[in-house]
Protein backbone atom coordinates (compact mmCIF):
# COMPACT_ATOMS: atom_id res chain seq x y z
CA UNK A 1 0.00 0.00 0.00
CA UNK A 2 2.85 2.25 0.94
CA UNK A 3 4.45 1.80 -2.20
CA UNK A 4 1.81 2.27 -4.44
CA UNK A 5 0.83 5.87 -2.46
CA UNK A 6 4.09 6.63 -3.06
CA UNK A 7 4.81 5.86 -6.92
CA UNK A 8 2.03 7.67 -8.22
CA UNK A 9 3.11 11.19 -6.83
CA UNK A 10 6.26 10.70 -7.88
CA UNK A 11 5.68 9.73 -11.50
CA UNK A 12 2.96 12.80 -11.48
CA UNK A 13 6.09 14.72 -9.48
CA UNK A 14 8.59 13.52 -12.56
CA UNK A 15 5.82 14.34 -15.10
CA UNK A 16 5.22 17.94 -14.01
CA UNK A 17 9.11 18.74 -13.57
CA UNK A 18 9.59 20.25 -16.96
CA UNK A 19 6.97 22.57 -16.44
CA UNK A 20 7.62 24.46 -13.23
CA UNK A 21 10.78 27.66 -12.71
CA UNK A 22 13.36 26.14 -9.99
CA UNK A 23 11.18 28.00 -6.83
CA UNK A 24 8.54 26.35 -7.73
CA UNK A 25 9.89 23.01 -7.86
CA UNK A 26 11.71 23.97 -4.69
CA UNK A 27 8.02 24.52 -3.11
CA UNK A 28 7.15 21.31 -5.10
CA UNK A 29 9.26 19.43 -3.37
CA UNK A 30 9.17 20.64 0.15
CA UNK A 31 5.34 19.77 -0.01
CA UNK A 32 6.10 16.72 -1.25
CA UNK A 33 8.38 16.05 1.61
CA UNK A 34 6.10 17.99 4.34
CA UNK A 35 3.15 16.47 3.65
CA UNK A 36 3.27 13.34 5.68
CA UNK A 37 3.84 12.32 9.06
CA UNK A 38 4.57 8.97 8.46
CA UNK A 39 7.08 7.03 10.25
CA UNK A 40 7.58 4.37 7.78
CA UNK A 41 10.75 4.62 5.89
CA UNK A 42 9.40 3.13 2.14
CA UNK A 43 6.98 6.07 2.52
CA UNK A 44 10.24 8.42 2.21
CA UNK A 45 10.65 10.18 -1.68
CA UNK A 46 13.18 8.04 -3.21
CA UNK A 47 13.03 4.86 -1.09
CA UNK A 48 11.64 1.58 -3.02
CA UNK A 49 10.93 -1.83 -2.13
CA UNK A 50 14.52 -2.31 -3.15
CA UNK A 51 16.12 0.25 -0.70
CA UNK A 52 14.18 -0.53 1.79
CA UNK A 53 15.58 -4.05 1.89
CA UNK A 54 18.80 -3.08 1.71
CA UNK A 55 18.67 -1.07 4.58
CA UNK A 56 16.35 -3.44 6.68
CA UNK A 57 19.64 -5.84 5.63
CA UNK A 58 22.11 -3.08 7.04
CA UNK A 59 20.22 -2.68 10.17
CA UNK A 60 18.90 1.22 9.45
CA UNK A 61 15.52 0.65 8.73
CA UNK A 62 13.97 3.22 10.93
CA UNK A 63 13.80 6.72 10.55
CA UNK A 64 16.10 7.91 13.06
CA UNK A 65 19.01 5.52 11.84
CA UNK A 66 18.57 7.66 8.30
CA UNK A 67 18.02 11.03 10.04
CA UNK A 68 21.54 10.82 11.34
CA UNK A 69 23.20 8.66 8.76
CA UNK A 70 26.12 10.90 6.21
CA UNK A 71 24.89 11.53 2.66
CA UNK A 72 28.19 9.17 1.64
CA UNK A 73 27.63 6.41 3.78
CA UNK A 74 23.66 6.43 3.17
CA UNK A 75 24.69 6.55 -0.68
CA UNK A 76 27.34 3.33 -0.38
CA UNK A 77 25.21 1.52 1.30
CA UNK A 78 21.86 1.54 -0.73
CA UNK A 79 23.68 2.52 -3.80
CA UNK A 80 22.23 5.80 -4.66
CA UNK A 81 23.83 9.15 -5.43
CA UNK A 82 24.89 11.32 -2.74
CA UNK A 83 22.46 14.13 -3.78
CA UNK A 84 19.55 11.55 -3.40
CA UNK A 85 20.99 10.54 -0.23
CA UNK A 86 21.03 14.04 1.02
CA UNK A 87 17.40 14.49 -0.34
CA UNK A 88 16.42 11.24 1.67
CA UNK A 89 18.47 12.33 4.75
CA UNK A 90 16.63 15.61 4.85
CA UNK A 91 13.38 13.87 4.65
CA UNK A 92 13.94 11.59 7.40
CA UNK A 93 14.28 14.77 9.58
CA UNK A 94 12.03 16.40 8.67
CA UNK A 95 9.61 13.74 9.96
CA UNK A 96 11.31 13.48 13.00
CA UNK A 97 11.20 17.42 13.33
CA UNK A 98 15.08 17.29 13.94
CA UNK A 99 16.99 20.55 13.89
CA UNK A 100 16.84 23.07 16.08
CA UNK A 101 15.13 22.48 19.31
CA UNK A 102 14.26 25.52 21.69
CA UNK A 103 15.82 25.70 25.49
CA UNK A 104 12.63 24.18 27.31
CA UNK A 105 12.72 20.82 24.53
CA UNK A 106 16.49 20.47 25.68
CA UNK A 107 15.77 20.83 29.39
CA UNK A 108 13.11 18.27 28.95
CA UNK A 109 15.50 15.61 27.39
CA UNK A 110 18.02 16.22 29.71
CA UNK A 111 15.30 14.95 32.59
CA UNK A 112 14.90 12.21 30.96
CA UNK A 113 18.87 11.52 31.70
CA UNK A 114 19.51 8.76 34.24
CA UNK A 115 22.69 8.22 36.13
CA UNK A 116 24.47 5.18 36.78
CA UNK A 117 26.27 4.85 40.06
CA UNK A 118 29.59 4.02 40.66
CA UNK A 119 28.71 3.04 43.97
CA UNK A 120 30.78 5.52 45.94
CA UNK A 121 29.57 8.89 46.95
CA UNK A 122 33.24 10.70 46.25
CA UNK A 123 33.27 9.30 42.65
CA UNK A 124 29.67 9.81 42.21
CA UNK A 125 29.92 13.45 43.23
CA UNK A 126 32.51 14.39 40.69
CA UNK A 127 30.63 12.74 37.64
CA UNK A 128 27.41 14.82 39.45
CA UNK A 129 25.43 11.90 40.56
CA UNK A 130 26.62 8.88 38.48
CA UNK A 131 27.39 7.98 34.72
CA UNK A 132 24.82 9.69 32.65
CA UNK A 133 22.97 8.13 30.20
CA UNK A 134 22.72 9.36 26.77
CA UNK A 135 26.06 10.38 26.49
CA UNK A 136 29.50 8.76 26.52
CA UNK A 137 32.15 8.81 29.48
CA UNK A 138 35.43 7.94 28.86
CA UNK A 139 38.38 6.73 31.48
CA UNK A 140 41.59 6.65 30.87
CA UNK A 141 44.49 5.35 32.71
CA UNK A 142 47.58 3.48 32.52
CA UNK A 143 47.78 -0.21 33.09
CA UNK A 144 45.55 -1.42 36.24
CA UNK A 145 44.22 2.19 36.85
CA UNK A 146 41.02 0.30 37.47
CA UNK A 147 39.18 0.96 33.96
CA UNK A 148 37.77 -2.67 33.66
CA UNK A 149 36.93 -2.78 37.33
CA UNK A 150 34.87 0.41 37.01
CA UNK A 151 33.53 -1.34 33.37
CA UNK A 152 32.23 -4.43 35.75
CA UNK A 153 30.52 -2.19 38.70
CA UNK A 154 28.46 -0.36 35.87
CA UNK A 155 27.44 -3.18 34.29
CA UNK A 156 26.20 -4.45 38.04
CA UNK A 157 24.94 -1.06 39.18
CA UNK A 158 23.32 -0.30 36.05
CA UNK A 159 20.43 -2.90 38.09
CA UNK A 160 19.75 -0.37 40.09
CA UNK A 161 18.51 2.36 37.44
CA UNK A 162 15.16 3.76 38.95
CA UNK A 163 12.02 3.01 36.71
CA UNK A 164 13.91 0.61 34.32
CA UNK A 165 12.07 -2.89 33.78
CA UNK A 166 15.14 -5.67 33.46
CA UNK A 167 18.44 -2.89 32.31
CA UNK A 168 20.76 -4.37 30.25
CA UNK A 169 24.55 -4.40 29.95
CA UNK A 170 26.45 -4.85 26.75
CA UNK A 171 29.90 -5.36 27.55
CA UNK A 172 32.45 -5.42 24.19
CA UNK A 173 35.23 -6.73 25.09
CA UNK A 174 38.55 -6.35 23.04
CA UNK A 175 40.99 -7.58 25.77
CA UNK A 176 39.90 -10.24 27.04
CA UNK A 177 39.18 -9.09 30.44
CA UNK A 178 35.76 -9.61 31.26
CA UNK A 179 35.44 -12.34 34.28
CA UNK A 180 31.48 -13.52 35.38
CA UNK A 181 32.96 -14.07 38.80
CA UNK A 182 34.22 -10.69 39.49
CA UNK A 183 31.01 -9.72 38.26
CA UNK A 184 29.43 -11.68 40.67
CA UNK A 185 31.66 -10.39 43.08
CA UNK A 186 30.64 -7.40 42.84
CA UNK A 187 27.08 -7.54 42.92
CA UNK A 188 27.30 -8.97 45.94
CA UNK A 189 28.67 -5.85 47.35
CA UNK A 190 26.37 -3.77 45.62
CA UNK A 191 23.54 -5.76 46.87
CA UNK A 192 22.16 -7.24 43.79
CA UNK A 193 20.69 -10.69 42.85
CA UNK A 194 24.56 -12.08 40.95
CA UNK A 195 22.41 -14.61 38.88
CA UNK A 196 20.23 -11.52 37.39
CA UNK A 197 23.91 -9.36 37.11
CA UNK A 198 24.86 -12.21 35.33
CA UNK A 199 21.96 -12.48 33.39
CA UNK A 200 21.51 -8.69 32.25
CA UNK A 201 24.91 -8.47 31.31
CA UNK A 202 25.49 -9.58 27.37
CA UNK A 203 29.17 -9.72 26.47
CA UNK A 204 30.57 -9.82 22.78
CA UNK A 205 34.34 -10.27 22.58
CA UNK A 206 36.12 -8.52 19.78
CA UNK A 207 38.87 -10.08 18.04
CA UNK A 208 40.06 -6.90 16.55
CA UNK A 209 38.79 -3.74 15.09
CA UNK A 210 36.38 -4.18 12.45
CA UNK A 211 34.63 -6.90 14.56
CA UNK A 212 34.25 -4.01 17.53
CA UNK A 213 32.99 -2.41 15.13
CA UNK A 214 30.31 -4.63 14.15
CA UNK A 215 29.35 -5.52 17.54
CA UNK A 216 28.71 -1.75 18.51
CA UNK A 217 26.76 -1.76 15.16
CA UNK A 218 24.63 -4.52 16.17
CA UNK A 219 23.39 -3.04 19.32
CA UNK A 220 21.02 -1.52 17.56
CA UNK A 221 19.19 -5.19 16.76
CA UNK A 222 19.07 -5.77 20.28
CA UNK A 223 17.27 -3.34 21.09
CA UNK A 224 14.74 -3.64 18.11
CA UNK A 225 14.04 -7.26 17.53
CA UNK A 226 15.38 -9.31 20.57
CA UNK A 227 13.91 -6.29 22.67
CA UNK A 228 16.17 -5.70 24.98
CA UNK A 229 16.16 -2.76 27.50
CA UNK A 230 19.65 -2.02 26.81
CA UNK A 231 21.01 1.10 29.02
CA UNK A 232 24.53 0.75 29.21
CA UNK A 233 27.59 0.03 26.34
CA UNK A 234 31.18 -0.56 27.53
CA UNK A 235 33.67 -0.43 25.16
CA UNK A 236 36.99 -1.92 26.80
CA UNK A 237 38.98 -0.97 25.74
CA UNK A 238 38.13 1.71 22.72
CA UNK A 239 41.68 2.04 21.17
CA UNK A 240 43.54 -0.91 22.05
CA UNK A 241 43.01 -2.66 18.41
CA UNK A 242 43.21 0.66 17.09
CA UNK A 243 46.63 0.86 18.42
CA UNK A 244 47.64 -2.38 17.57
CA UNK A 245 46.65 -2.63 13.55
CA UNK A 246 47.24 0.69 13.06
CA UNK A 247 50.89 0.97 13.42
CA UNK A 248 53.09 4.25 11.86
CA UNK A 249 52.40 7.28 10.83
CA UNK A 250 51.40 6.66 7.53
CA UNK A 251 48.03 4.77 8.89
CA UNK A 252 47.04 7.01 11.42
CA UNK A 253 44.60 9.08 9.10
CA UNK A 254 42.78 6.02 8.48
CA UNK A 255 42.88 4.91 12.44
CA UNK A 256 41.15 8.23 13.19
CA UNK A 257 38.86 7.61 10.31
CA UNK A 258 37.93 4.47 11.74
CA UNK A 259 37.80 5.61 15.41
CA UNK A 260 35.49 8.55 13.93
CA UNK A 261 32.97 6.45 12.74
CA UNK A 262 33.00 4.15 15.54
CA UNK A 263 32.83 6.74 18.44
CA UNK A 264 30.00 8.10 16.10
CA UNK A 265 28.12 4.69 15.81
CA UNK A 266 28.40 5.29 19.97
CA UNK A 267 26.96 8.46 19.75
CA UNK A 268 24.11 7.78 18.03
CA UNK A 269 23.42 5.23 20.63
CA UNK A 270 23.28 6.97 23.56
CA UNK A 271 21.26 9.80 22.06
CA UNK A 272 18.50 7.73 20.34
CA UNK A 273 18.13 4.99 23.23
CA UNK A 274 18.90 7.28 26.17
CA UNK A 275 21.81 4.87 27.41
CA UNK A 276 25.02 5.09 28.65
CA UNK A 277 28.27 4.83 26.95
CA UNK A 278 31.29 3.75 28.85
CA UNK A 279 34.84 3.24 26.87
CA UNK A 280 38.19 3.32 28.49
CA UNK A 281 41.28 4.21 26.50
CA UNK A 282 45.23 3.31 27.25
CA UNK A 283 47.59 6.50 27.79
CA UNK A 284 50.71 6.84 26.04
CA UNK A 285 53.72 8.83 27.40
CA UNK A 286 54.78 12.31 25.89
CA UNK A 287 58.19 12.81 26.49
CA UNK A 288 57.72 16.46 25.50
CA UNK A 289 55.77 17.25 28.39
CA UNK A 290 57.82 18.77 31.25
CA UNK A 291 55.22 20.27 33.28
CA UNK A 292 52.08 18.52 34.98
CA UNK A 293 51.90 14.72 34.11
CA UNK A 294 53.24 13.10 30.88
CA UNK A 295 50.81 11.26 29.62
CA UNK A 296 47.91 11.97 27.08
CA UNK A 297 45.66 9.68 26.00
CA UNK A 298 45.27 7.59 22.53
CA UNK A 299 42.85 8.46 19.94
CA UNK A 300 43.61 11.88 20.09
CA UNK A 301 41.23 14.61 19.11
CA UNK A 302 38.54 12.41 17.80
CA UNK A 303 37.71 10.29 21.28
CA UNK A 304 38.14 13.61 22.79
CA UNK A 305 35.81 15.60 21.17
CA UNK A 306 33.20 12.55 20.95
CA UNK A 307 33.18 11.86 24.69
CA UNK A 308 30.66 13.99 26.95
CA UNK A 309 32.93 12.89 30.34
CA UNK A 310 36.49 12.49 29.91
CA UNK A 311 38.20 11.05 33.61
CA UNK A 312 41.53 10.94 33.77
CA UNK A 313 42.35 7.94 36.52
CA UNK A 314 46.01 7.04 38.15
CA UNK A 315 47.48 4.93 40.86
CA UNK A 316 47.69 7.02 44.38
CA UNK A 317 49.42 6.20 47.43
CA UNK A 318 49.00 2.66 49.05
CA UNK A 319 47.21 0.97 45.91
CA UNK A 320 44.63 3.56 45.98
CA UNK A 321 43.04 5.37 42.86
CA UNK A 322 42.95 8.95 41.96
CA UNK A 323 40.39 9.52 39.33
CA UNK A 324 40.27 12.98 37.82
CA UNK A 325 37.36 14.63 35.59
CA UNK A 326 39.09 16.93 33.06
CA UNK A 327 36.43 17.24 30.45
CA UNK A 328 32.56 17.73 31.18
CA UNK A 329 29.85 20.45 30.02
CA UNK A 330 28.45 21.33 33.21
CA UNK A 331 30.39 20.27 36.48
CA UNK A 332 34.12 22.07 37.58
CA UNK A 333 37.31 19.98 37.15
CA UNK A 334 37.83 18.18 40.34
CA UNK A 335 39.67 14.69 42.17
CA UNK A 336 38.85 12.01 44.00
CA UNK A 337 40.24 9.04 45.69
CA UNK A 338 39.14 5.72 46.48
CA UNK A 339 40.38 2.13 46.50
CA UNK A 340 39.54 -0.82 44.87
CA UNK A 341 37.69 -3.88 47.00
CA UNK A 342 36.19 -7.01 46.44
CA UNK A 343 32.93 -5.60 47.07
CA UNK A 344 33.52 -2.23 44.62
CA UNK A 345 34.97 1.23 45.55
CA UNK A 346 35.77 2.17 48.77
CA UNK A 347 36.74 5.61 50.02
CA UNK A 348 40.08 5.41 51.81
P1 LIG B 1 44.52 -2.12 31.65
O1 LIG B 1 43.33 -2.71 31.00
O2 LIG B 1 45.66 -3.05 31.75
O3 LIG B 1 44.93 -0.82 31.04
O4 LIG B 1 44.14 -1.79 33.16
P2 LIG B 1 42.75 -1.34 33.79
O5 LIG B 1 42.76 0.13 33.96
O6 LIG B 1 41.63 -1.95 33.10
O7 LIG B 1 42.88 -1.92 35.24
P3 LIG B 1 41.91 -2.95 35.98
O8 LIG B 1 40.55 -2.39 36.05
O9 LIG B 1 42.08 -4.26 35.41
O10 LIG B 1 42.49 -2.85 37.45
C1 LIG B 1 43.23 -3.86 38.00
C2 LIG B 1 43.42 -3.54 39.46
O11 LIG B 1 42.15 -3.61 40.12
C3 LIG B 1 44.25 -4.57 40.14
O12 LIG B 1 45.61 -4.18 40.07
C4 LIG B 1 43.73 -4.53 41.54
O13 LIG B 1 44.36 -3.50 42.25
C5 LIG B 1 42.29 -4.17 41.39
N1 LIG B 1 41.43 -5.37 41.49
C6 LIG B 1 41.01 -6.14 40.50
N2 LIG B 1 40.24 -7.15 40.93
C7 LIG B 1 40.20 -7.00 42.25
C8 LIG B 1 39.56 -7.74 43.30
O14 LIG B 1 38.90 -8.75 43.08
N3 LIG B 1 39.74 -7.30 44.55
C9 LIG B 1 40.46 -6.19 44.83
N4 LIG B 1 40.59 -5.80 46.06
N5 LIG B 1 41.07 -5.48 43.87
C10 LIG B 1 40.95 -5.88 42.61
MG1 LIG C 1 41.47 -3.20 31.45
Not at 17 to 32: D, P
Not at 48 to 68: C, F, R
Not at 297 to 325: C, D, E, N
Amino acid sequence: MHIKNKVIPMIEAKQKEESLTGVEKMEEEEEIIENSDDQNISSLPGVGAATVEKLEAAGMADMMSIAVASPGQLAELVGMTESTSRKVIQAARLRLNMGFESGDEVLKKRSKVKKITTGNAGFDALVGGGFETGAITEIFSEFGGGKTQMGHILAVNVQKLAGEKEPVAVYIDTENTFRPERLMQLAEGAGIDPKKALKNVKVGRAYNSDHQMLLAEKIGDLIRDQKLNVKLVIVDSLTAHFRAEFIGRGTLAERQQKLNKHMHTLLKLADKHNLCVYVTNQVMSKPDQFFGDPTVAIGGHIVGHASTFRIYMRKGKKGSRVAKLVDSPSLAEGECAFMITQGGLQDI
